[in-house]
Structures are given as structure tokens and as C-alpha cells.
């Protein structure tokens, strides 16, 4: 039984790490400027809203894993995201050929990333986690970070439409969601130990 529930709990995470693989590669995609001018406004945040969508489905499946405590901030970030970009595409809908604005970072679905992240960087290290383990929480830190540069970019200027740090704003995006995707990768190579056994029964 317990093995069966070990195998199960490895089946979520391996889905869990393609969501996240599947939803970062839409917001890198989505926030190199070259792309979006080229898909236009609303075909750009429907990608958004399509990443935000799988990375609800990847911290969704992580919430069933044990021990992953972190699991349910980053699933209520992923709710605000779900939210914000929905509204950017809503917005973008309605502007029509006028064009309307992008999806802009989430202030409160970054920060929910990143006490998820820093969460999770605690537990590994109290567990001792495995080098991989390591690389995978510190790349998300490291993404949660960048996805937080890019929230604060994003901040409007008061009587202005002008914002913050536009470069900030695609930098941290692009380079967040390049870590998220890295750290998803990791998640989805084989454990070291099954690698052994699987040459083992050769």
C-alpha cells in the first residue's frame, strides 16, 4: 500500500510540475514584447490567462502531496493571478482596435509566490532535501523574487499611466517565469535513486 501511495503521490507531482512547465512557458511567452506586439492584445492575454489557468492546476495537484504546506499560498496566488489576468484580457476585449494594456504582475498573487517559495526553501532545508529537491526551491524563490521586481514595476505613477520600471516590469516576468519553467523541468527529470534502480533491473 504504501508503495502504491508513493507512486501515486510521485503521478501528482510529475502533473503538477508539467502544469507549472506548461503555465510558465505561456508568460514567457506572453511577456517578450516582440511576441505580444506581433499576437496583438488580446490574443496575448488569453496566453496569460492560459498560464494562469495551468498554474492553478499544478499547485491544485500539489495541494494532495504531503508535507507541501507552502502548496496553499501558492495556490491562492495562482487564484489572483487567475483574477488579474482575466481582467487584462477583459480589458484588452474591450478596447477593441484600440489596442487596451497587457496583463500587468499581481502584486498579491507575487507575494503569495513568494512566501510560498521561501516556505519551501525552509522545509527542504529542515528536511534535508536532495540537491535536486534544492535547485527546484530556490529556482522558484529565485522566480518569485523576479515575478516581485516585476509587481513593483508595474506600480502606475499617480496621475500618469506611465509605470514604475517598464523593464522591470517584462524583465522580472520573462525572467520569473524562466525560472519557474527551469525548477518544473528539474521536478520532471527522474530521481537520482530511480535512475539507479531502473539501471539496476537491466
Known sequence: MSDGGGAGERRRLLLSDASFAVGSVCFAVAALPSIAAALGAIVTNVVFV???VFFTLGAGLALGVPDRSSSVIQFVGTL???VSTSQALIAAVSAGAKGGTGWRPDAFGSICFLVSSVLAV???ARQRGSSRDRAGVWLNLLGSVLFGFAAVGAFVLPGTDALLSPFWTGVGT???ALCFLAAAVIGLLPAPSAQRA?????
Open 50 to 52: 492560459v498560464g494562469s
Open 80 to 82: 489572483f493571478f487567475n
Open 122 to 124: 525552509v522545509a527542504v
Open 174 to 176: 520573462v525572467g520569473g
Open 198 to 202: 531502473a539501471t539496476a533491473s537491466k
